[in-house]
């Protein structure tokens, strides 16, 4: 399994990102474009379930931060569920609370 992003409209106006498999360098087009396309809405509600997430990338997560941002100019919200904590060996490199308190700041 590389990734696996679903895409549907949830009551009026939220839309549902599943996410499953692997974020690296071969598949973070794929996730950029499936959030791209989410926040292109007007005042746009994007909930992102992360449950069937296995790794992700820093790069990914730099995404992930950027995106909610937009969300926000845009006049909405990203939200993140199901994000499990990365693995030590994965995250090496990357500063996980830098990426928690990113997340943190757009949210509010």
Known sequence: MRLNVESSVVGSSTTLLIVAGIIDWSTIAQFQTALAQSISRPRPA??????????WSPEAQTVL???TGQ?????????????APIPA?????CDL????????????
């Open 46 to 55: 994007i909930l992102v379930d992360f449950t069937g997430l296995l790794s």
């Open 65 to 67: 931060t950027r995106a």
């Open 71 to 83: 969300a926000r100019l845009h006049g909405g919200q990203l939200v993140v569920a199901g994000l």
């Open 89 to 93: 060996w994965q995250a090496d490199g």
């Open 97 to 108: 609370q830098d990426l928690d308190r990113a997340l943190a700041h757009t949210a509010h």
